[in-house]
Nanobody
Framework: QVRLVESGGGLVQAGDSLRLSCVAP????????MAWFRQAPGKEREFAAA????????YYVDSVKGRFTISRDSAESTVYLQMNSLKPEDTAVYYC???????????????????WGQGTQVTVSS
């Protein structure tokens, strides 16, 4: 069982920034497509951002483009989500996910991801 551990969530005001972190086992991290999904209260889980195994390709949902940046650090086996200019509509539980595929055009599809973290709450007040 692969364990993904997220951290970095919290309560912030609109316009503030947060950085989420997700630590994965080194063997998983080195070749896996990594992503962040989010689920707001009363809504379905949605894709937020993904990064391929080498870090050379990144993908974002339109609502976060230009504000969020996903990155990965191989030495730390960690994937990050830097969130700037946060909005109240970004409020959600954010989940880290890992797919054994190195890359995929279906990066937004939750079923593609085999492992999930426990989630970290992000709350943005207006």
């Amino acid at each position: 069982q692969v364990r993904l551990v997220e951290s970095g969530g919290g309560l912030v005001q609109a316009g503030d920034s947060l950085r989420l972190s997700c630590v994965a086992p080194r063997r998983t991290f080195s070749t896996y497509l990594m992503a962040w999904f989010r689920q707001a209260p009363g809504k379905e889980r949605e894709f937020a951002a993904a990064i391929n195994w080498s870090g050379t390709s990144t993908y974002y949902v339109d609502s976060v483009k230009g504000r969020f940046t996903i990155s990965r650090d191989s030495a730390e086996s960690t994937v990050y989500l830097q969130m700037n200019s946060l909005k109240p509509e970004d409020t959600a539980v954010y989940y880290c996910a890992a797919s054994p595929l190195r890359d995929s055009l279906n990066y937004y599809y939750g079923a593609l991801y085999e492992y999930w973290g426990q989630g970290t709450q992000v709350t943005v007040s207006s």
